[in-house]
């Protein structure tokens, strides 16, 4: 069972920068992928970014979505069994609950399958 935790929301205007983090219990943090996702209110739930697990032989591979390329970065802290989303240039259709997941299978991350979801944090960007 893993169980996370996502911080780091709030409200900020059109420009600004906000950074979320997720803090995930258990020991075998380095092995799950890990994945921000959104969900504004009356749309669906969509992927933000995903990072994969640790693996020997194919190393760290990160996904965007077309929309926050190149203002959001995701990153991970395996030692604090954390994985943070920094957000920059934040537009007002940036505004969401933002939820973390994780799953040990980067496909099911990127299919919304994930095993494990956090309760969500909110981002609010005013124009």
């Known amino acids: 069972q893993v169980y996370l935790e996502e911080s780091g929301g709030g409200s900020v205007q059109a420009g600004g920068s906000l950074r979320l983090s997720c803090a995930a219990s258990?020991?075998?943090?380095?092995?799950?992928?890990m994945g921000w996702f959104r969900q504004a209110p009356g749309k669906e739930r969509e992927i933000v970014a995903a990072m994969s697990g640790a693996s020997t032989y194919y190393g760290a591979s990160t996904y965007y979505t077309d929309s926050v390329k190149g203002r959001f970065t995701i990153s991970r802290d395996n030692a604090k069994n954390t994985v943070y989303l920094q957000m920059n240039n934040l537009k007002p259709e940036d505004t969401a609950v933002y939820y973390c997941?994780?799953?040990?299978?980067?496909?099911?991350?990127?299919?919304?399958?994930?095993?494990?979801w956090g309760k969500g944090t909110l981002v609010t960007v005013s124009s």
């Open positions: 258990g020991r075998t943090f380095s092995i799950y992928a």
């Open positions: 997941a994780a799953d040990r299978s980067m496909v099911d991350i990127r299919t919304r399958r994930a095993d494990y």
